[in-house]
């Protein structure tokens, strides 16, 4: 493996299709007799996913850089092209986040697309997922692409590929790209043109803020108390960061817009910064992504803080609770969004018969029974948002009378609206604000709603372990770790499911994935699967508790959790 890779980082740097300083970077690593990191670089063609392109920066055919992003546009622009039968002209929608070379990297893919005769419609500022997405819906492309990494380390950055409903790609088109995508192999071979060639001709667009406006009015319309937060949305104080990333504008405007106009932002996290230099790592899923708002929180006395990650597609929140801080995991954000979606609506007699909602199979059953108490649908999909805008579209086109309230996933996805299909960090912080004002106004914390919550439908407590595995010997070994499990037959700590589902082998409804499910007779879960975007994999733990005082059954669950991280990473360890 080690020969092979050298001898393609050789014949990289002896190939003038690249440029001088990419094959100077790679020149440099030969010279140093760097083995390990050219294996790294060269030892596989970077793969386009199911969901697009995710990498470390840098030159290489395993890296992100302008040739790897051509390859990919060039791909897509093949699958639009093969796909389009319209007289009308094809077009794709572009956005960017504030990762380094995010920018270029989107024009890089414009300029491929123009060059096929593709129409690119590009933001003149970056902007978050959920404007991508609305843009494509908008501009009725026929596909969209966002230049980003999501949460992932500042070496990153990556590509996600949209269709033309909005909606990250799915079968069969992600297949047909993928296969498009291998074939090419000369980059000498792909299609490109001078940026601002492709403005003056006329194929490339700069999208502007009538696109902006448009969705938030289309968020502003999905309000469940609009009247309440204009009257008394002063009454939050709400600190929020965008964490050097693309959603300050839009949330910022949302917010102001629905009448919450306490909002005082991190300064320090304000400015889009792709190296993300006040934190370890932009996810608003962790704690230490939210000190610095914290800090603010407690100086300032605020209610709530409310953090989004760079593409502005997740929410994080925390507030302080009996002079401790609080932060609410992704499925108790979604179960009180959820709830309040739906005893608000009642209350207004304005919840729609047929109505359902959406989550994915690793989120929490609670969600199931809320929904049930007001005879709402449940679908249940494989995780990731791609899979829960795919089902509402399928849905959207077969049940047409059915009615789409809300979806969520347990990694902090959430989305209110039809507008757009993917998780949207925007409207998630406006529809968290009324939530958070909702029970503020009632004297009630987010933490005692909740306990109301476990009380009348059932307590479920989650746990999610994500274990790191970097490069080709981590990939290893994550196949290693999911084959021990599927080797136990069941046999989880000193029980044995009741059922185990094996989506590779092929589930009612569900695509093919590696995913592993365990059923427990008492309600217990535990999922497994290989993360498609990260080099990790992730196990998620549900369990059910339900004797006992809420006390009791918070103190048997956590005691639960840890039998089962002991176990994970025992089997873990071993493989």
Known sequence: MEKQALEKATWWTNNNIFDAASRKEIQDLIDAGDTKEITERFY??????????????????????????????????????????????????????????????????????????????????????????????????????????????????????FWNDGAQVTPPNDESIISRYKALTDFSALKHMNFDDGVSKGLIHWVGEDVENAYQEAIYAAAIN????????????????????????????????????????????????????????????????????????????ADIVMGSDPDGDRLGLAFIENNEVVYLNGNQIGTLMLHYILSNLKIQDRLPKNSYFVKTIVTTPLQENIASAFDVDCENTLTGFKWICGRMNKIEKTQPERNFLFATEESFGYLNHKNVRDKDGVSSVTLMSEVALHYKLQGKSLVAALDDIYTEYGFSYEHL???????????????????????????????????????????????????????????????????????KIKFYIMVQEKEGTLSDKKSKAKSKVDQFLSFINKKAEQA
Do not use: W
């Not at 994500?466 to 994550?478: Q, V």
């Not at 569900?510 to 879960?525: M, Q, W």
């Open 465 to 535: 372990l994500s274990l790191d595995y970097f490069g080709k010997e981590g990939a290893e070994k994550i196949s290693r770790i999911m084959e021990s499990f599927r080797a136990l037959n069941g046999k989880i700590i000193d029980r044995t499911a009741s059922k185990v589902e094996d989506y590779q082998k092929g589930m009612d409804d569900f695509p093919k994935s590696n995913v592993l499910g365990f059923h427990f007779e008492n309600g217990d879960r535990l999922y497994l699967r290989p993360s498609g975007t990260e080099p």
């Open 226 to 301: 609009p009247e309440l937060s204009k009257k008394s949305g002063a009454d939050l104080k709400i600190v929020y960061t965008p964490i050097h990333g693309s959603a300050l504008i839009p949330c910022s405007v949302a917010l102001e817009k629905m009448g919450f106009t306490n909002v005082s932002v991190v300064e320090s996290q304000a400015k889009p910064d792709g190296n993300f230099p006040t934190v370890k790592s932009p996810n608003p899923e962790n704690p230490e992504a939210l000190a610095m708002a914290v800090e603010q929180m407690k100086r300032t006395g």
């Open 44 to 161: 596989k063609d970077l793969e386009f996913g199911t969901g697009g392109i995710r990498s470390i920066l840098g030159a290489g055919l395993n890296r992100i850089n302008i040739y790897t992003i051509r390859k990919a546009s060039q791909a897509i622009a093949d699958e639009v092209l093969a796909n389009h039968h319209e007289k009308t002209e094809p077009k794709i929608a572009i956005s960017y986040d504030s990762r380094i070379m995010s920018f270029e990297l989107a024009k890089e893919a414009a300029t491929v697309y123009a060059a096929n005769g593709i129409h690119a419609y590009i933001y003149k500022r970056l902007n978050p997922v959920p404007l991508l997405s609305f843009s494509v819906r908008y501009h009725k492309a026929n596909a969209g692409v966002m230049v980003t990494a999501s949460h992932n380390p500042p070496a990153y950055n990556g590509y996600k590929v």
